[in-house]
């Protein structure tokens, strides 16, 4: 049974709550070594243009996912959304700001979760947050990781290591540390994708209870169509690379709360799953036929 929670979690002040993205015109070029020779293919290897031309508008409070063939740029687009990563052409905008760099406006959650093993579940939580308000008094801080910690449902593990986690757990102490800096944005990175399907489908529940409690502004990669169309309010379909664009952008359009056996009860959902198999499908297939030489 879903419990729905009333309030929300204590957090760090950040300046502004509103988070208006805008993706302009975004391309990056991965640059090939100068002059570099490559004796299988007789070429010398050139600039690689990964992403190009992408414009997408991310308004306030909702929940993006990202989908397209592998090693299309997601991870790219992602990547210069966080700051990790240098723009190559045109701007991404937080609030009207150009993007330079790695903000606490903006919260990361990696594939590989990214923990520090040295460090219990409490002390990774209590980094991220000293990190990010030098002048927190211990007090708060510590409401603030004890509050984060019950969120994601780890309360009990506070002083474990991550090697005494399983995936699923260590996960949710990444979402946990992405949440307790207050972000106005949440990205996640195929967050999901190291997990077993049966840890995956929990979490995915998980994600979207505390959505519906926090209401983040969330970009997400998938590969999942149904993880997607569970937790999405709009769906960023990319073309293969290299150059890829965004494509078609689908709005989901199921009611919250929402759970697996309604949103497959909505009259949308088989249409929607349809298209995005069939883009997923043919954007794949083309990259295939393109690694066989066709
Ligand atoms: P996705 O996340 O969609 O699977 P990526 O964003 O990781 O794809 O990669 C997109 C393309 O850019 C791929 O062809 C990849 O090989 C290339 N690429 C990614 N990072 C680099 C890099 N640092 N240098 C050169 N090419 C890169
Ligand atoms: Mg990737």
Not at 3 to 13: E, G, L, Q
Not at 141 to 163: N, S
């Amino acid at each position: 049974m879903r419990t729905a929670p009333v309030n929300s979690v204590a957090s760090i002040d950040q300046p502004s709550a509103a988070s208006h993205l805008s993706i302009r015109n975004v391309t990056k070029v991965f640059p090939g070594k100068k002059g570099m020779f490559n004796k299988l293919s007789g070429k010398t290897k050139r600039d690689f243009v990964a992403v190009q031309d992408i414009s997408l508008d991310i308004e306030p409070n909702t929940f993006v996912t990202i989908i397209g063939p592998s090693g299309c740029g997601k991870s790219t687009l992602l990547n210069m959304i966080a700051g990790l990563s240098p723009i190559s052409g045109g701007e991404i905008l937080l609030n009207g700001m150009p993007i330079t760099g790695p903000g606490p406006d903006r919260g990361m959650v990696f594939q590989n979760y990214a923990l520090m093993p040295w460090m219990t579940v409490e002390e990774n939580l209590r980094f991220a947050v000293e990190t990010v308000d030098l002048k927190i008094s211990p007090k708060r801080r510590d409401r603030i990781i004890k509050e984060h910690i019950q969120l994601v449902g780890l309360t009990g593990a506070e002083r474990k290591h991550p090697h005494e986690l399983s995936g699923g757990m260590r996960q949710r102490v990444g979402i946990a540390r992405a949440l307790a800096i207050n972000p106005q944005i949440l990205l996640m990175d195929e967050p999901f994708g190291a997990l077993d399907a049966l840890t995956r489908g929990f979490l995915q529940d998980e994600v979207e209870r505390i959505w519906e409690q926090e209401r983040k502004t969330v970009i997400m990669i998938t590969h999942s169509i149904e993880e997607a169309l569970l937790l999405s309010d709009r769906i960023v379909m990319m073309t293969r690379g290299p150059a890829a664009r965004v494509d078609e952008i689908l709005e989901v359009p199921f009611p919250r709360p929402r759970n697996r056996e309604t949103i497959e009860q909505h009259p949308a959902y088989h249409d929607l799953k349809a298209e995005m198999e069939s883009h997923l499908f043919r954007e794949t297939r083309a990259v295939e036929a393109a690694r066989m030489g066709g």
